[in-house]
């Protein structure tokens, strides 16, 4: 096993998860050193920036929200490029795949995994490749050759989205759920569902995830998405620090198993 030390920054929903993810790392592999753990937002950008990791493995539920990770990976990717992200997920759904690599992930895990295939992702990503199998490459080239293009104006040039529905919008991006978004916003739970399905309507998607996806996409942020060529080819990167040249490739085959 290679001795060269890999710097990983945790984010998990809650302080003990974070303790014993760190724990069980460790004892697999000394050359893995966890440098510092967050459960939320605020203390995820704070310790990162303190700890300057070389992989930051980022639950998609922080105890902020559900979908929090996907907000402080977007703003990761913005202010620490250098930082190689994996996000861990709770299910292989197609919509959070995708959502992890538009909000900049280079590899997705998901709880039900074994500690040696999270162990593998961490290594192959830290060497400057993507940790995904085909299947989930084709749920992402799927997504940008389909991917959500919103009118935001309307035929007089005025936006779609009120004030009070882009409000909500930010909340949906921060993870909040209907209920906690009716309570920062002194509305019924019911209310905020029929807010919700009037904005799916005005931006034509479907779901939370297309809508944290769209409120991602408008900020202006340096997110990674693999290009359709990444699955046939490597494509050289900006080098870290050390200078070696790195390319992203994806080097897994269809299913779980193959990993």
């Known amino acids: 096993m290679s001795t060269e ?19 069980a790392l460790q004892r697999l592999d000394t050359s893995i050193e966890v440098m510092a753990c967050a459960s939320d937002s605020r203390g995820f950008l704070l310790r990162l920036a303190e700890s300057q990791p070389d ?3 980022i639950s998609s ?11 402080v990976l977007q703003e990761m990717r913005a202010l620490y490029p250098a930082v190689y ?14 959502a992890a690599f538009r909000a900049g992930a280079l590899g997705t895990v998901f709880r039900t995994d074994p500690l040696s295939l999270l162990h593998k992702a961490i290594r192959s990503v830290y060497a400057g490749q ?3 199998n085909s299947c989930q490459m084709r749920y992402v080239l799927e997504a940008l050759s389909t991917s959500i293009s919103p ?3 309307n035929a007089r040039g005025e936006n779609l989205l009120s004030q009070r529905q882009q409000q909500l919008v930010s909340l949906v991006a921060e993870g909040l759920s209907n209920r906690e978004i009716a309570a920062r916003m002194h509305l019924s739970e019911h209310t905020v ?11 034509g998607i479907s779901n939370r995830v297309e809508l944290i996806m769209y409120s991602l996409s408008q900020r202006d942020t340096s997110c990674f998405v693999p290009p359709p ?20 490739v994806s080097p897994l085959t269809c299913g779980p198993d193959k990993r």
């Not at 030390?5 to 724990?23: N, T, W």
């Not at 029929?194 to 931006?203: A, P, S």
């Not at 060529?229 to 992203?248: E, L, N």
């Open 151 to 153: 009118c935001l104006l």
């Open 5 to 23: 030390r890999i710097g990983v920054f945790l984010a998990e929903s809650s302080v003990m998860a974070c303790q014993l993810l760190s724990d």
């Open 85 to 98: 992200p994996i996000v861990v997920l709770d299910s292989p759904e197609k919509d959070l795949i995708v």
């Open 55 to 57: 992989v930051a493995l």
């Open 193 to 203: 569902k029929n807010y919700l399905f009037r904005i799916f309507e005005k931006l």
């Open 229 to 248: 060529a990444m699955v046939r080819r490597g494509i050289v990167v900006p080098p870290r620090a050390t200078g070696h040249t790195r390319s992203f």
């Open 61 to 71: 539920s922080l105890c902020d929200g559900s979908m929090a990770g996907f907000k």
């Open 130 to 132: 993507v940790w995904a």
